[in-house]
């Protein structure tokens, strides 16, 4: 069974977090949904990701395929 844990965000972790808004950028636009049009999350919002990293306002959620030891990353 799959664990799901939770941690906070690093600069590491950044571009990743990018990749998941253009990818969910790029459903939104299939399924037809406005929302984010006209080039809205642009590359400018990297920079905000970046601070908001850095002021630990980010968690990541990981599917584990096997428990790891407390305190051990797994990316």
Excluded at 19 to 43: C, L, R, T
């Amino acid at each position: 069974m799959a664990t799901i844990t939770y941690r906070q965000a690093t600069m590491a972790d950044a571009d990743a977090i990018w990749q998941i808004i253009a990818d969910a950028k790029a459903v939104m636009s299939i399924d037809q949904n406005p929302q984010w049009d006209n080039g809205y999350p642009s590359q400018k919002l990297s920079k905000q990701i970046s601070q908001k990293v850095m002021r630990m306002c980010y968690y990541l959620a990981m599917k584990l395929s096997q428990p790891q030891p407390y305190g051990k990353k797994r990316m």
